[in-house]
């Protein structure tokens, strides 16, 4: 069965200090990757995506991704975190061979980043 | 334009009301979503249009009926909810299947 795996609830980091969320995958296939972010009240918000190339991508307000194939993961980094980083973030999966446009988001991670 | 716009952006109804649910985007995607979201869940995909077309139902009680008028519009209308009903109502669009644009959602709160 496909699934995608958030295995920390709530991830807290000191400002300044790298972060990482994890997000591990079971899709067949080749999988399009993605991480979001959701605000208090809001919609979610993209910010990056691996589709195929390079295993390391960069998006939004410094994030950043590596996709590994092998452990079947898409960690999410930032090099420093902030305070306006505290927020829910989604790791999604679409499996392309599916044939359709469906997504499979994992149960969320809460980043805290303390002063 | 890279905004899906939703209307209302908060909803309280009765169990006996009919309302609708409307969601707007230009960006000339041809796949869009509605999603629910309980608080600090994840989205759960409820209906997928492509290209105007209803392509995936995931088993959505018919007192929610999608409706795609042209490839810019969708809406969801409500009738009969129940309580557990009660949510974050997210739209999202997307071309090709790549990367899903959300917009801010409306609250429905079903007394």
């Known amino acids: 069965a496909q699934s995608v795996a958030q295995p920390e609830d709530q991830v807290n980091v000191a400002e300044g200090n790298p972060l990482t969320v994890k997000c591990t995958y079971s899709?067949?296939?080749?999988?399009?990757l993605f991480w979001y972010v959701q605000y208090p009240n809001r919609g979610l918000q993209f910010l990056l995506k691996?589709?195929?190339?390079?295993?390391l991508v960069k998006g939004s307000y410094g994030f950043e991704a590596e996709f590994n194939k092998s452990q079947t993961s898409f960690h999410l980094k930032k090099p420093s975190a902030l305070v306006s980083d505290s927020a829910l973030y989604f790791c999604a999966v679409r499996d392309t061979n599916s044939g359709t446009y469906k997504y499979i988001f994992g149960t969320g991670t809460r980043l805290k980043v303390l002063a | 334009d890279t905004e899906v716009t939703q209307t209302p952006k908060h909803l309280v109804m009765g169990m006996t009301n009919k309302k609708s649910l409307k969601c707007e985007q230009h960006?000339?995607?041809?796949?869009m979503y509605w999603y629910k979201q309980k608080a600090k869940k994840p989205p759960e995909l409820m209906f997928v249009?492509?290209?105007?077309?209803?392509?995936i139902n995931e088993s959505v009680p018919s007192r929610f009926s999608p409706e795609c008028p042209n490839s810019s519009l969708l809406n969801l209308h409500l009738h009969a909810l129940q309580p557990e009903d009660s949510a974050l109502y997210l739209c999202?669009?997307?071309?090709?299947?790549?990367?899903?644009?959300f917009g801010p959602g409306t609250r429905l709160t079903v007394l």
């Open positions: 899709v067949s296939g080749n999988p399009y």
């Open positions: 960006m000339g995607h041809r796949a």
């Open positions: 691996y589709i195929t190339g390079d295993n």
């Open positions: 249009y492509s290209y105007e077309k209803l392509s």
């Open positions: 999202a669009s997307s071309q090709s299947g790549t990367e899903q644009f």
